[in-house]
């Protein structure tokens, strides 16, 4: 019984806020009750006053925050505009008559000192980066909003000369005081840490205070109306300032509040300042402006300066983009471990170097190296690896790219090489290898074989292919090294035989599509699904992709079987959407060959396999890879071609390289798959989740979806949630099945 006590009093603690905010409704309610300025109606009012003072002093008792400074400032704000209402009720039922200005207006006036300090406490936090822009964005928000403030109530007091002088001063000083509660208002407003609800509920109090004040000053100056009405919005700024500081996450320090990268360019905090740029512009085409020169000359003056700012923003903002994207570059295209470029900035690389020339490509394979982290751990094999690239770096010439390729296996390119300097090369690789290398306490022996190929204005794949059978030639040989020959390729008459086959089970109906469903995460709905090819073999079995879709691309049949796969999707996506209905997924996504890419009809060969299906052209997506398209040409001309129809571009396997990048301005693309080996390793701090976060971040801001592929574990799926992933797709959800189930929750469906 006493632990239920317990729980209640916890509950009961944590919800007082809302208690308070209930309770100072009713009073309000009851002040409105009242007869208007009567005595009872003001010794109400000043009670709910000085009751937030009380409550304020009670937050801070409770939750004891480490900084209570805050809430200290804040709360002698409320008390000296408590007292300036008590002030101001003496002078009404005891002396029948108010001064302005009086003692109550310096009680008024002094609070708001008060509680902008607070506010600025509450603000100083060190925040690493981003300082700049919340600085610009807040000038363009207090600029603009304080340049309605000027024309509308602080130049009409200003330029009234028929009261006295220190009335026009003292009508002054509020506005000014609210505008730098307008200014504090901005900054707190461009913070992206400030997120507790303690902290929104203090910027709803000053945002109430600052209405009522204006509202206040409307009245008076334009309408000579009773402002009775507005006490309500004042009452309004007391409950909040104190169901701040009766809310538990007052405690909370929100220096230590860390947010994901991507709120940094939020639509609110982009949108605001760009709607309080425009209010300039606005002001000087209102007739209000234009009848007074002194107001038009400084909306004039305001209009340029947020031009600038805004102007200053846009520049940081593509700036801090470049940035990201450089950052990103550089990831992508280097090997964590070794520091060495990865496969990705090799094959690039080789790319170029095909394009304008000749090169050599030697492919080096440790032998042996699994049984090393197998029986010493990975840890030791790391630094292996680690020691046996520095040696490989301090051999190849400056003109040449070492790359780890994953694995144990490194690659050297050298650019317009000849066979004897490539020789040369190798040799003195090899020797280098043959020295033990030393690693946690372990002197250990490794051997290598080297694969060499060279090649002029041929396909890079290609090469590095021949590169590959070469080495395993030397391993198998025993050999340091060895050059590839046609003699080697052994794969030509497979390849041959393979494709007969092909042609056969393409007739035969051997080949079935499965699909694979892409999961809306959390909520875990099948959003959409990927159509993937399998051969069933009456005598091979099972033959993988990676087997025939390559042997397909060599030989052109690549594109009677897209055509079959891309019908099959469709009709089946048509029958799902017309018998599921909402439980139906919403796309059926379709990879796409270069070879089917490089036909001048296929757009319309799509178009005309959508009419003969009944598939809508939104339901559909093709997948292409950046090498099917980095070429451009009749590639990218086909894909804008299927844009015009309807169909969504997903560009696969993204964030492989610089070139990525550079697709994103030339093809269009609707949806980044990006790659597995930026998630496999996601939960771990590092490379891979600082790559996965940046992806993320550039697909929201160019507008286009994100689907995470690879996903394996319930930790990796979780920790693509945190950065912003909503599609996932991989083996923990589902394997590639002919029927999804469409109606299984995320848990049913990764059982």
Known sequence: MPSQWGRWLVVGLTRIWCWWLAVG?????????????????????????????????????????????????????????????????????????????????????????????????????????????????????????????????????????????????????????????????????????????????LNAAAATLLAADTSYSVMIIYFNADPFAVDAVFVASTLLWAAAALHPSMAADPAVVRLPRSTEQSVARLCAPAACSLLGPALLLSPYAGENTIDGTVVACTTIVLILLTIARMALILTQLKWRSRDLERLAMQDEMTGLANRRRFENALREAMAVGSAQVA?????????????????????????????????????????????????????????????????????????????????????????????????????????????????????AYRRWEPALDEQSTGHAKLGAEMRIGLDAGQFRVVYQPIVAFPEGRIAAVEALVRWEHPHRGTVSPAHFVPVAEQNGLIVELGAWILRTACRQMARWRAELGVSAPDKVSVNVSARQLARPGFATSVADILAETGLAPNHLAVEVTETAVFEGGQAVTTLHELRKLGVQIALDDFGTGHSALGLLQTVPVDILKVDKSFVDNVTEAGRHSAIAEALIQISTELGMTAVAEGVETAEQADALSRLGYTLLQGYYFSRPVAEPDFGRSRTAIAA
């Open 25 to 201: 409704v009713l009073a309000t309610t009851g002040y409105f009750l009242l007869p208007a300025s009567s005595l009872a109606a003001r010794v109400c009012y000043n009670v709910i006053g000085l009751a937030a003072v009380v409550a304020i002093l009670v937050g801070v008792r409770l939750y004891r925050p480490q900084r209570p400074g805050v809430w200290y400032w804040v709360a002698a704000g409320q008390l000296l505009a408590v007292l300036g209402d008590i002030t101001y009720d003496y002078y009404l039922y005891e002396l029948g008559r108010v001064p302005y200005p009086s003692i109550a207006d310096a009680f008024y006036l002094a609070s708001y000192p008060l509680r902008i300090m607070g506010l600025l406490l509450l603000s100083r936090r060190r925040q690493p980066g981003g300082q700049t822009g919340r600085l610009i964005d807040a000038a363009i928000a207090a600029i603009g909003l304080g340049l309605v403030l000027w024309t509308f109530i602080l130049h009409p007091t200003v330029a009234d000369r028929s009261a006295p002088a220190l009335a026009r001063v003292v009508s002054t000083v509020y506005p000014l005081a609210d505008l730098l509660l307008l200014v504090m208002l901005a900054w707190l407003f461009t913070d992206p840490r400030n997120r507790t609800p303690s902290s929104r509920l």
């Open 363 to 479: 492919l080096l394979g440790l032998n042996g190296f699994k049984n090393v982290n197998d029986e010493l751990g990975r840890a030791v094999g790391d630094r292996a690896l680690a020691s046996l690239a520095q040696r490989l770096a301090r051999t190849v010439p400056d003109d040449a790219l070492l790359a780890r390729m994953g694995g144990d296996e490194f690659a050297v390119l050298l650019p317009g090489g000849s066979a004897s300097e490539s020789g040369a090369l190798v040799t003195q690789l090899a020797a280098q290898l043959r020295e033990p290398v030393h690693a946690g306490g372990h002197d250990l022996l490794v051997g290598v074989g080297i694969g060499l190929a060279d090649g002029e204005r041929d396909d890079p794949m290609e090469v590095l292919r021949r590169a590959e059978t070469a080495m395993y030639a030397a391993k198998r040989a025993g050999q």
